[in-house]
């Protein structure tokens, strides 16, 4: 029949009516979307099995330093050991509870750990005296002089924040990545898209030419043009990859997660160990700078028989499992370096089925013939002149700039773990409503604020990144104060008034 009744496809003979335009027109745009959400699909799985991969060997790790901890302890420290349990059980807890994403000052947690575990050893280690908290509190101002346990703190701090760092961050990304291509591939379709696509895809059949397939260039022209915003990921998403892959050469080299995590209970041991044999000096030192204690009306039970027998501790290493974990890591993030820019290819030859490009017995959006325009470039700008799409350029979409701030905002903490600085980010979803890190990445996984304590080093705090970067500067973008414009203008006045 004559098609004057056609809104889409062209209005020459065909065999369709209005209503079956519509039904194509609707099956066209749920079929593209889901061939979306599938490709998406195949992302998300990627990353998230990496993170399932690095997180089970990471906590791994931490569980069996913790089992070895109380394996052997008891054996080797007595009452040492058996009346301090929960200090131990502490530390543990506030290292996983930090990996996991906890507002926690990880130093702080470490200075903490150490300062406990001196107060409750020199206690223990001189019962004959009445030690008051008081006292404690001038013997652990004199602890850093002193070096109760030797170089233990000082370097197991600088090593084990440096891989717990890393290691917080780089599970993050992989989550944050899967998270940003969930919420991206959920977008739908503008009305000029769902035109475009049922012209791609149906049209044909409308026209009695069921079996030919679009031409590949004509449809990468749709397919561009309704993915304009999606290919604006692109740069964004090339540094997220690209830091995963520098922060997992950090994680298997410098900041080595296997060598810092599973050895945890030996270097407190060995810090134990050399509170025990430098015991007299260290308390004659204390003696001296805080005055000696009274003695005990209690009178003495004596330590508990210093040791009961040596026990050699070991860390059965796990090298080459984290060298397998993250060798296959950086061969996916590598693959899906470019995914959003070569979506658009990926669904003409997989999904549609787009015929070759020098094909001149294809479907060009109006008959059976060769496709002559040529094919735009990607992201939303390159759009301004596509003959298939009517996309406004001057319009992005918010949900995907929404998106790029997320994939800005994790490459910048990728980039500081790299250095072995811990950020603590303002969230950028206040000035965007909605920007969240998604859900499957929430709050208390993807960076609540750390606790502040005059006493560490506090974490840098960046507001929303002033730029992409690539990874590795944590740039932050800050407006002057008010109050700082306020006192130039005031000084303006009064050298106009001295002027006069």
Known sequence: ILGEHLRICPQGYTCCTSEMEENFA????????????????????TLTAQHRSFDSYFQDLLNKSEKALYDA????????YTQNMKVFKDLYSELRRYYRGSNINLEEALNEFWTRLLERLFKL??????????????????????????????????????????????????LVGSDVVKKVSQVSLSHECTRAIMKLMYCPHCRGMSSVKPCNNYCLNVVKGCLANQAD?????????????????????????????????????????????????????????????????????????????????????????LEMLVLDAKGNLTALKTYWITL??????????????????????????????EVMGDGLANQINNPEVEVDITKPDMTIRQQIMQLKIMTNRLGNANIGNDVDFQDASDD????????SCPDDVCGKRLSKSPSTRQPETHAIPKQSGHGINGASSRSLPSAFLLLL???FIAAQHLWR
């Open 26 to 45: 609707n099956k066209s745009r749920n079929e593209f979307e889901a061939m979306m959400k599938e490709a998406g699909r195949s992302v998300q799985t």
């Open 125 to 174: 280690m001189n019962p004959q005296y009445h030690i008051t908290d008081e006292y404690l509190d001038c013997m652990v101002k004199h602890a850093e002089q002193h070096k109760p346990f030797g170089e233990v703190p000082r370097d197991l701090k600088v090593k084990a924040t440096r891989a717990f760092i890393a290691a917080r961050s780089y599970a993050q990304g992989f």
């Open 233 to 321: 990921l692109n740069t964004e998403w090339k540094y997220l990859m690209d830091s995963l892959v520098i922060v997992a050469d950090r994680i298997d080299g410098p900041y080595n997660v296997d060598t810092v995590i599973g050895t945890i209970h030996m270097r407190i041991a060995e810090a134990i160990s050399n509170l025990q044999e430098n015991k007299d000096s260290i308390t004659a030192k204390v003696f001296q700078g805080c005055g000696n204690p009274k003695i005990s009306t209690k009178g003495s039970s004596g330590e508990d028989k210093k040791r009961r027998g040596k026990v050699t501790l070991e860390a059965k290493s796990s090298a080459q499992a």
């Open 73 to 80: 302890f008891p054996s080797m420290y007595g009452e040492l």
């Open 489 to 491: 203008l005031v000084a």
């Open 344 to 373: 658009p290819s990926s669904l003409c030859s997989k999904k549609v089925m787009a015929s070759s490009a020098a094909d001149d017995k294809c479907w060009n959006g109006m008959t059976k013939g060769s496709y002559l325009p």
């Open 432 to 439: 965007m409503s909605g920007s969240g890190s998604g859900d």
